[in-house]
């Protein structure tokens, strides 16, 4: 629909100082046209800094009088964060933001929500409007007098002229000696959860892994590893993991969250059936599509999968920081030296590696796909580990290898 309900901006892109100071000069033209917003509008601050900062220099009283909402600071709606009334209701609608991520259900968890990205100063403008179709540098607004305006070139200071701003910036610093500081948490906690090492490599090849999820088409990190009402649990591993490629798509159903479990033949949800292969002492394959891990750089993305035991992830080809992130939990980062081979990959795959032990920079990995029906595909696999990113594979993490001194 062209008709707009809802115009956002902020959040942690696109949320300066001179991103909210321009769209704050567009908003004072509103009362100065006597025009009416015909959109609701929100403003998610990037930082207290800048929060305090706007009020400071009176911005947020300037969108207080066009009845925009200016939200805590936080990722907001741009992850989910948004109680949005009627979302529930699924019905078609669009809405326009500063955030850099639009992907389906994303920002209010509907579906039928057609969310359009723009800078802060043109949805500000189009949230005056109303209308998608609307040219700021063209167009003109019909105002409660009934005349014509145009709206002026948004202004904005780069910094602001009194300097920042912050009575509490929310700053805590370490303690000068940190040798006797114990870090208590509750084992009841749903919330936290203390992190144990995972496991360095055994240094043997990886042999009878069976296939987790042939994940086809668009795979975000979203998908791997959602945040909505999930959230809450970004300090507590095991009860977050409960949501890994929730989203994904399975190349053999086209469904998500529905695999097959090789151990009991039944179809289950995706962490549910990785939980069933961790306790059995199987190790899983993950196989995706192009771009795959693509948007925010979610670590939890990375973390979930090696958790519930996940060796490898072998798609087409990778978003560059998830592929990183990969790497640094100690996992297998590859890329299918011929594409085609995606195909050549069967629900009831085990999968064996059979060089491991020769992983070294810049060459490949020979897999070996076995059938259900007993017949054997060899799959080369590239790979982009350098000598340092091998060491956080042998450790089992960059973060052993921190913890013991040698990263």
Same mark, same amino acid.
């Given at each position: 629909?062209?008709?707009?309900?809802?115009?956002?901006?902020?959040?942690?892109?696109?949320?300066?100082?001179?991103?909210?100071?321009?769209?704050?000069?567009?908003?004072?033209?509103?009362?100065?046209?006597?025009?009416?917003?015909?959109?609701?509008?929100?403003?998610?601050?990037?930082?207290?800094?800048?929060?305090?900062?706007?009020?400071?220099?009176?911005?947020?009283?300037?969108?207080?009088?066009?009845?925009?909402?200016?939200?805590?600071?936080?990722?907001? /709606?741009?992850?989910?964060?948004?109680?949005?009334?009627?979302?529930?209701?699924?019905?078609?609608?669009?809405?326009?933001?500063?955030?850099?991520?639009?992907?389906?259900?994303?920002?209010?968890?509907?579906?039928?929500?057609?969310?359009?990205?723009?800078?802060?100063?043109?949805?500000?403008?189009?949230?005056?409007?109303?209308?998608?179709?609307?040219?700021?540098?063209?167009?003109?607004?019909?105002?409660?007098?009934?005349?014509?305006?145009?709206?002026?070139?948004?202004?904005?200071?780069?910094?602001?002229?009194?300097?920042?701003?912050?009575?509490?910036?929310?700053?805590?610093? /370490?303690?000068?000696?940190?040798?006797?500081?114990?870090? %208590? %948490?509750?084992?009841?906690?749903?919330?936290?959860?203390?992190?144990?090492?995972?496991?360095?490599?055994?240094?043997?090849?990886?042999?009878?892994?069976?296939?987790?999820?042939?994940?086809?088409?668009?795979?975000?990190?979203?998908?791997?590893?959602?945040?909505?009402?999930?959230?809450?649990?970004?300090?507590?591993?095991?009860?977050?993991?409960?949501?890994?490629?929730?989203?994904?798509?399975?190349?053999?159903?086209?469904?998500?969250?529905?695999?097959?479990?090789?151990?009991?033949?039944?179809?289950?949800?995706?962490?549910?059936?990785?939980?069933?292969?961790?306790?059995?002492?199987?190790?899983?394959?993950? %196989?995706?599509?192009?771009?795959?891990?693509?948007?925010?750089?979610?670590?939890?993305?990375?973390?979930? /999968?090696?958790?519930?035991?996940?060796?490898?992830?072998? %798609?087409?080809?990778?978003?560059?920081?998830?592929?990183?992130?990969?790497?640094?939990?100690?996992?297998?980062?590859?890329?299918?030296?011929?594409?085609?081979?995606?195909?050549?990959?069967?629900?009831?795959?085990?999968?064996?590696?059979?060089?491991?032990?020769?992983?070294?920079?810049?060459?490949?990995?020979?897999?070996?796909?076995?059938?259900?029906?007993?017949?054997?595909?060899?799959?080369?696999?590239?790979?982009?580990?350098?000598?340092?990113?091998?060491?956080?594979?042998?450790?089992?993490?960059?973060?052993?290898?921190?913890?013991?001194?040698?990263?």
């Amino acid at each position: 629909p062209l008709q707009i309900q809802v115009g956002l901006i902020g959040s942690c892109t696109n949320s300066s100082y001179e991103d909210i100071a321009r769209a704050a000069s567009l908003a004072k033209q509103v009362a100065a046209k006597n025009l009416k917003t015909k959109a609701q509008f929100s403003i998610t601050p990037g930082s207290e800094v800048v929060r305090s900062t706007i009020e400071r220099d009176g911005f947020i009283e300037t969108f207080d009088k066009i009845n925009a909402t200016v939200f805590a600071n936080a990722c907001g /709606p741009c992850i989910g964060m948004w109680d949005r009334e009627g979302a529930e209701k699924e019905e078609r609608n669009t809405i326009v933001h500063s955030f850099n991520r639009n992907f389906s259900k994303r920002a209010d968890g509907n579906p039928n929500t057609l969310a359009f990205v723009g800078s802060p100063e043109l949805v500000t403008a189009l949230a005056i409007a109303g209308d998608l179709g609307f040219n700021p540098l063209t167009d003109k607004l019909i105002n409660e007098d009934g005349i014509e305006v145009m709206l002026d070139e948004p202004t904005g200071d780069e910094l602001p002229a009194k300097g920042f701003y912050a009575e509490d910036p929310g700053f805590q610093a /370490p303690a000068a000696d940190g040798s006797g500081v114990q870090v %208590v %948490v509750d084992e009841a906690s749903e919330r936290l959860q203390l992190l144990a090492p995972f496991d360095a490599w055994d240094g043997k090849n990886i042999s009878g892994a069976k296939l987790l999820i042939k994940a086809f088409g668009k795979c975000t990190t979203d998908h791997i590893s959602m945040a909505g009402p999930w959230l809450r649990f970004r300090g507590h591993l095991d009860n977050i993991s409960n949501n890994m490629l929730i989203g994904a798509v399975n190349a053999f159903n086209q469904s998500t969250n529905s695999v097959k479990n090789q151990l009991t033949n039944a179809y289950d949800a995706v962490p549910a059936v990785a939980r069933a292969y961790k306790a059995a002492g199987v190790p899983s394959i993950v %196989v995706g599509d192009h771009n795959y891990g693509e948007g925010s750089s979610r670590e939890h993305a990375a973390m979930e /999968p090696r958790f519930l035991g996940v060796k490898a992830v072998l %798609v087409k080809s990778f978003a560059r920081i998830h592929e990183t992130n990969l790497k640094k939990q100690g996992m297998l980062a590859l890329t299918f030296a011929n594409e085609a081979d995606y195909d050549k990959i069967q629900e009831n795959d085990t999968i064996n590696f059979l060089d491991l032990t020769e992983f070294a920079p810049g060459k490949p990995l020979t897999l070996e796909f076995v059938h259900e029906d007993g017949s054997k595909d060899i799959i080369m696999a590239n790979h982009t580990y350098n000598e340092g990113q091998i060491g956080w594979f042998v450790a089992g993490s960059a973060l052993n290898l921190i913890a013991a001194g040698k990263a």
